[in-house]
């Protein structure tokens, strides 16, 4: 399993999108440690940390709903952004832009 997966799914246990693949991977797909150390520039960085009564979609929609469009925006503009992948992993459904 790598450590330098963001924004990385599987639906099902140890099928081809699974968290044993390459070194650095957003959205599913390789990238460079270049453009994986790019994350880092997220102003307002999507953690995990709920209460025993909310669940783990439930924490990352009430922070996404907190951010600036110029803060959401960040995140449509990670190298291959999947609204697939973000809602699987989110909760947070596909947004007008």
């Not at 880092?40 to 990352?60: C, H, M």
Request: hydrophobic share 30%; proline share 3%.
């Amino acid at each position: 399993m790598t450590e330098y997966n963001y924004f990385c799914w599987a639906k099902k246990y140890g099928d081809e999108q699974s968290s044993h693949q390459t070194k650095y991977r957003i959205f599913n797909t390789q990238v460079t440690e270049e453009e994986y150390k790019a994350l880092d520039k997220i102003s307002s960085p999507l953690t995990f940390d709920p209460t025993k009564e909310e669940s783990y979609g439930t924490v990352f929609i009430k922070m996404w709903d907190t951010l600036t469009k110029e803060q959401k925006q960040e995140y449509y503009d990670i190298p291959h952004f999947s609204w697939e992948g973000f809602t699987f992993i989110t909760g947070i459904e596909k947004e007008i832009i």
